[in-house]
């Protein structure tokens, strides 16, 4: 606006620009100017409105608009210009159609029905922020945005799924049903996005796309920007710090939100940055409860502070295999499994470490064996690691070994560990001696074993034998008694059953019991209408 020769106008400086207003024009418009003015009507607008909330872009359009001049209204520029048209009390009661009245109009209108423009309406407020939130304003936004976030938590961003090139791009599938370009919560202040994400939580948005948002949050303000600890600046560095802290805060907790590796990178970010134990213990339960789904790599953490006369910080990963010993369902062996296996592997890898102490080595290898227990592993792998151990500290001392293999279970040692300890010449002769007696007891229960089971097939294969030649005897026998029962059957059909005598044969019905073993005296069949004579010999009686 350029200075005209009106006696009512006077300059403002706003910002670093000098701007030239009538006072009439803008008491006509502002109750608070006509109320300044009003108190002292020769005071200048200078002193009126030295501390004035605003930029000198938004008091520009608020200068043309007091002109009679058209305000070009933009996401960009509508929350400050209803931010100062409110500091300045531009509403209906003090001029119809006034500027604050049309600029909300503007922001309902435009800016609420849209995820996009609602990001870009916050991120101009952040000069403003406090006078936004005062007045309302964030709190329209926020309930826009959860209204979206809850028909569709997309807006979010994609849940995070890693390629095998360890990155988290999205895949042909999810991009072809993914929302088109929309802007990002992550390119808010931590200001903005903290209130945010926790409004969200409480309105139960899906922990997942939650998760994805604050890991993505972290690798924009934190991971890309961190370029090396020694040249960051103090300020730059509590800020990064501040920012991790709020975000562990904000972070779901739960099984498989975030894969284990991002968990483990938020991790060493904390570490770095030296955040509050409170922050570093929350990632290492989060990892602690899905460490199943870790790698080596991943618990390779460099160690901080005092700890750095060591290659790998030991007593993090202490804790957090403690973490899972506590949550793991126990019924589940296939995690314990995988557990053993990943201690083994890590063992392995920090047990080339000249500076790593007896004592942590040892509490390492037992928290091992105690998931190897669980998922009833041999000992094979803890025998390794002790060997690399022995071989990288050749100048442990016989005492210091034996304590070192006393973690081992000579026991669970396969035939094949067992044999190899037995000629290693840096185990300590007590070991060699407890592998070289289990090498024995197992061989004596071997031969044992075959030996019982050798007898025990013998004794069975006879006992079979004999049950076979028994129903070879019985089937035998059947088929005897069935032929004979046909044939009384067919004596009896034919009116009667005489007996052999004159032959010196018994009767069917004898042969019968005789065969079947039972020899007691049976009354006599009978024939109807028929005499009983007495035999001259034997004095018994027959059938006619």
């Known amino acids: 606006m350029t200075k005209s020769a009106s006696s009512t106008e006077s300059e403002v400086q706003v910002g670093s620009m000098p701007l030239s207003l009538d006072k009439e024009l803008l008491a006509s418009k502002s109750a608070k100017v006509a109320a300044l003015i009003q108190e002292n009507s020769n005071a200048d607008l200078y002193y009126l409105l030295h501390d004035i909330p605003a930029d000198s872009e938004t008091f520009d359009l608020v200068a043309r608009f007091c002109h009679g001049c058209a305000v070009q209204m933009s996401t960009e520029n509508i929350v400050p210009l209803i931010c100062l048209s409110f500091y300045l009390g531009m509403d209906e009661n003090h001029c119809n159609n006034n500027l604050l009245s049309k600029a909300v109009t503007f922001f309902e209108q ?17 000069k403003s922020l406090q006078q936004t939130m005062q ?64 409004t969200m939580k ?69 570490i770095n940055l030296e955040a509050s134990s409170v922050c570093r213990n929350g990632f290492e339960i989060r990892i602690g409860k899905q460490l199943d789904q870790a790698k080596v790599k991943d618990l390779l953490i460099l ?33 314990f499994i995988t557990v053993a296996e990943l201690m083994e592997e890590f063992l392995a890898e920090v047990a080339c470490d000249m500076d790593l102490m007896i004592d942590s080595f040892i509490s390492l290898a037992e928290m091992s064996m105690a998931a190897a227990i669980g998922a009833k592993r041999n000992s094979d792998g803890i025998y390794r690691v002790i060997d690399i151990y022995f071989e990288k500290h050749a100048y442990l001392t ?7 293999c006393k973690v081992l279970d000579f026991r669970k040692m396969s035939p094949e560990a067992c044999e190899h300890a037995a000629n290693n010449e840096r185990l300590p002769v007590r070991a060699v001696v407890q592998v070289l007696f289990m090498a024995q007891l197992q061989m004596r229960e071997t031969l044992a074993r075959t030996a019982y089971d050798d007898d025990k097939s013998e004794k069975e294969e006879k006992e079979e034998d004999e049950v076979r030649m028994e129903m070879e005897k019985m089937s035998i026998k059947v088929k005897e008694l069935e032929k004979d029962c046909r044939e009384m059957k067919q004596e009896i059909t034919n009116g009667c059953i005489r007996q052999r005598v004159n032959k010196g044969k018994v009767s069917l019905w004898s042969e019968m019991k005789r065969k079947f073993g039972c020899m007691t005296s049976m009354g006599d069949f009978h024939c109807p209408a028929k005499k009983k004579k007495e035999h001259p010999k034997c004095g018994i009686h027959h059938n006619s």
């Open 135 to 198: 007045i309302g304003l964030f709190d329209a936004c926020l309930q826009a945005m959860i209204a979206k976030a809850s028909d569709n938590p997309r807006h979010l961003g994609e849940p995070i799924v890693l390629t095998d090139k360890g990155d988290d791009r999205p895949n042909a599938k999810r991009r072809l049903f993914a929302l088109d370009w929309q802007e990002d919560l992550t390119t808010l202040s931590l200001q903005l996005y903290e209130p945010i994400i926790y």
């Open 110 to 126: 435009t800016v609420l029905p849209s995820w996009n423009e609602i990001i870009k309406a916050l991120r101009s407020s952040e």
């Open 303 to 335: 160690p901080q502070g005092y700890a750095k006369e060591v290659q790998y910080d030991i007593e993090c990963t202490r804790r957090i295999l403690k973490v899972f010993y506590s949550n793991y369902d126990s019924s589940d062996a296939s995690g």
């Open 202 to 270: 409480q309105h139960e948005i899906p922990p997942t796309y939650i998760s994805a948002s604050i890991y993505r949050y972290a690798k924009k303000w934190i991971f890309h920007c961190n370029n090396g600890r020694e040249t960051m600046s103090i300020y730059k560095r509590k800020s990064q710090r501040n920012v991790i802290e709020t975000l562990e805060k904000l972070l779901p907790h739960g099984r498989e939100l975030l894969p284990c590796t991002l968990l483990f990178e938020m991790l060493r970010c904390a």
């Open 398 to 404: 016989e005492k210091e070994k034996e304590q070192v």
